[in-house]
């Protein structure tokens, strides 16, 4: 422990050390059970369980709010989850040496392209694909963050009354078919913004699922949570510590993706005629 986190320590009431404490022994104990026992590293527990939700999701959603044909959408995403796995990853590891996996980066550049055109080529209907995806992004990144919680990476700046992580969480995972790398250990208390991610893009689906059964079928859910979600990266990444990708100048490469995000569907909304963002 470093003496800045020992005047943090001290300076923390006994109240917030204990529930610290209890995150820790929690964190320690979850490695332990699904890396020691299990040989998964949780992220891959939660990220793989988002999956098979949004999966799920396809199947309720043309059963209730759509006659969309659900099993080409399916078709149409497990396409894009193998081919963006054993396809993009690589592609990209050896054109730009990068090994890490990127959200908003790889969503814009490979994920939704390749979704979408691949749904409407297998016939769905464009606009059902772009509400239940617009639905399904932030489920799944809700699951994804909260592994990255468990998974010691993606955390925020130090703070006193935040998570100390135990050291066992820093080590790489190397399973049969998935491995895992943390990111650096911070010697410190820190911000737990995963979680608030986390929580975001839960409260997000609510507000989304509540607006599509209001209105119906529109095609806007995606854009409306996509124009949400970046301008919510764009701000909380000031809050960010750990990350796998750099800064450019003042921003991080996913603040300035955010822009840039924001200016194109902001511009696209703008030609919309009465398009239904509200249901008034």
Known sequence: ???????????????GRASSNRIEHALRTV???????????PYHILFDSGLVLVAAMAVLFSGSISQMQWLRFLAAFAFTTVSFEVGYLRVKRALFGIDSRSYLQDL?????PVWIGTAVALGVDLRA???LIGLQLPVLLGFIRVGCFLGGCCYGVPWKYGVRYPSKVFTDHDGNCQSFSSGENPGCRVFPIQIVEA???????G?????????????LTLPLYLLSYTGYRFLSDFFRMSS???????????????????TVIFVGLSF??????LPL
């Open 1 to 15: 422990m470093n003496a800045a986190d020992e005047l943090s320590e001290s300076s923390t009431p006994e109240r």
């Open 31 to 41: 490695h332990e059970y699904t890396r020691d026992t299990l040989g998964i590293h």
């Open 108 to 112: 814009f550049a490979y994920v939704l």
């Open 244 to 262: 796998a990708r750099p800064n450019w100048g003042p921003l991080s490469e996913a603040q300035w993706v955010s822009l840039a995000a924001l």
């Open 272 to 277: 919309q005629t009465n398009p239904v963002i």
């Open 207 to 219: 507000v989304l699922l509540w607006r599509l059964l209001a209105v119906g079928v529109t095609g």
């Open 199 to 205: 929580a975001f893009n839960f409260l997000l689906f």
């Open 129 to 131: 694909t772009m509400d």
